[in-house]
């Protein structure tokens, strides 16, 4: 069993920044995939980025590369995803999820054990 707190959601105006963090609770953080989603309201919950458990393969969508960047400390049980030139269209709530090992199609919710309750992210342009 894995508990997952999200916390660094805020305000940010548009071109600014955010980190968001993660928190995991159980001994076997090491064993998991965390990703991060989002979901708009309206919209279906979204991929925005993986990472695999010792870091070596991560996965951003397209609209995020190159701004967002997903991290892992595993000796602190926490993935981070660092959010720079944020944009209007990044406000949703976050969440952060935990997948057992690595899954074929890691974009997916359904490929997820364990999610945190969210976090507001509101970007004003």
């Known amino acids: 069993q894995v508990r997952l707190v999200e916390s660094g959601g805020g305000l940010p105006q548009a071109g600014g920044s955010l980190r968001l963090s993660c928190a995991a609770s159980?001994?076997?953080?090491?064993?998991?995939?965390m990703g991060w989603f989002r979901q708009a309201p309206g919209k279906e919950r979204e991929f925005v980025a993986v990472?695999?458990?010792?870091?070596?393969?991560?996965y951003y969508t397209d609209s995020v590369k190159g701004r967002f960047t997903i991290s892992r400390d595993n000796a602190k049980n926490t993935v981070y995803l660092q959010m720079n030139s944020l944009k209007p269209e990044d406000t949703a709530v976050y969440y952060c999820?935990?997948?057992?090992?690595?899954?074929?199609?890691?974009?997916?919710?359904?490929?997820?054990?364990?999610w945190g309750q969210g976090t507001q992210v509101t970007v004003s342009s």
């Open positions: 990472i695999s458990w010792g870091g070596g393969n991560i």
């Open positions: 999820a935990a997948s057992t090992g690595w899954k074929p199609r890691p974009f997916m919710p359904t490929e997820y054990d364990y």
């Open positions: 159980g001994r076997s953080f090491r064993s998991y995939s």
